[in-house]
């Protein structure tokens, strides 16, 4: 839709002259009105037939308004200047000739007041013409809604089951063990030189349990187990056959520890230590150890390597599932 034009005159002497017909339109409308003032003055007086001559006479004869033509004349030769806000006045209505100066002083008046609101709007126009615009109003940014994220607890890595929990159960059962068989073999010796019988069974009993050497032996055996089950952890039984020497070994020094421990040693000299483990040294009891010692460990190591392969089994699973976990990224709830 196209904006309204405000019509301007580029020359301002042309305003000028405009604003200069309008101010001389409003002295002729004094002065008119001043002669009808006169002139009704004088009609009162007895004057014969004579009458004071009408300067619009003429115009008025041929039914021209002559402020009329002359702002039609301005606006033809100027076009646009008064705005097309002109309104010609009413045609001239005759009188009784009682008042035509009064009517031509009014008709006066009201050209001149005409004229001079034209001139001076056609002036305001001239100097500050304010262009009107319809600004459309500028579109508001709303930033688009931001995803709020989801949090997922990322699946964790599966923690790998060990086996040596298992194998300190399995070395208390292979301990036991190892001390049924060592007190049998005590009693069994024995019985063989006569010190055990029927009798004195029992007291040879708690006299064996109570001794340092049979417990010092089977507390370092149970340890060496331990320790070997805690390297191997979920080993072959293979390892157990052939690391079980170590147990064995370990076994047989028990013995040894023992019997210094019963002398006691601290009390011993060295020559008297080292007399004491010669005579240790290939003592019945002391091979039972290292034989009973390295057996049991074979048959004990042979449950804990079946438990450490099912422990390997099942770790095996678990990092498998991870694995499909981890392929099948996050889920929602």
């Known amino acids: 839709?196209?904006?309204?034009?405000?019509?301007?005159?580029?020359?301002?002497?042309?305003?000028?002259?405009?604003?200069?017909?309008?101010?001389?339109?409003?002295?002729?409308?004094?002065?008119a009105r001043a002669?009808?003032?006169?002139?009704?003055?004088?009609?009162?007086e007895p004057v014969g037939d004579a009458t004071a001559p009408d300067p619009n006479a003429e115009a008025k004869a041929s039914g021209v308004d002559a402020d009329l033509a002359a702002f039609e004349e301005a606006e033809r030769a100027f076009p646009g200047t008064f705005g097309g806000?002109?309104?010609?006045?009413?045609?001239?209505?005759?009188?009784?000739?009682?008042?035509?100066?009064a009517a031509d002083a009014a008709d006066d008046v009201a050209v001149a007041a005409t004229a001079a609101t034209v001139a001076y709007a056609a002036t305001a126009n001239t100097a500050d013409v304010t262009e009107t615009r319809i600004v459309a109003p500028e579109p508001v940014f709303v930033p688009p809604a931001q995803?709020?994220?989801?949090?997922?607890?990322?699946?964790?890595?599966?923690?790998?089951?060990?086996?040596r929990g298992t194998i300190a159960g399995i070395g208390l059962l292979a301990a036991?063990?190892?001390?049924?068989?060592?007190?049998?073999?005590?009693?069994?010796?024995?019985?063989?030189?006569?010190?055990?019988?029927?009798?004195?069974?029992?007291?040879?009993?708690?006299?064996?349990?109570?001794?340092?050497e049979f417990w010092t032996t089977v507390v370092v055996f149970y340890l060496v187990f331990c320790i070997l089950g805690a390297i191997i952890n979920r080993g072959r039984w293979g390892h157990w056959v052939i690391w079980g020497l170590v147990v064995g070994l370990g076994a047989y020094g028990g013995y040894l520890l023992g019997a210094l421990l019963a002398a006691p040693f601290w009390t011993l000299t060295a020559s008297q230590g080292s007399a004491l483990l010669a005579e240790h040294l290939f003592a019945p009891l002391a091979l039972a150890s290292f034989v009973f010692g390295r057996e049991l460990t074979i048959w004990f190591g042979a449950w804990a390597a079946r438990s450490g392969a099912r422990k390997t089994v099942l770790n095996a699973e678990a990092q498998r599932e991870y694995e499909r976990t981890l392929e099948a990224g996050p889920q929602l709830p």
């Open 85 to 101: 806000t002109f309104t010609p006045p009413p045609p001239a209505v005759e009188t009784p000739a009682s008042a035509p100066a």
């Open 176 to 212: 036991l063990s190892f001390a049924v068989l060592l007190l049998g073999t005590a009693l069994g010796l024995g019985a063989l030189t006569g010190e055990v019988s029927f009798e004195n069974i029992g007291t040879a009993v708690l006299a064996t349990i109570s001794g340092v």
């Open 35 to 44: 002669t009808g003032a006169d002139a009704a003055a004088v009609s009162d």
């Open 1 to 31: 839709m196209s904006e309204p034009q405000v019509p301007q005159s580029s020359d301002k002497d042309e305003v000028n002259e405009v604003v200069d017909s309008a101010n001389a339109a409003l002295a002729d409308a004094e002065a």
């Open 147 to 163: 995803p709020q994220p989801i949090f997922v607890q990322a699946p964790e890595a599966p923690r790998e089951r060990g086996n």
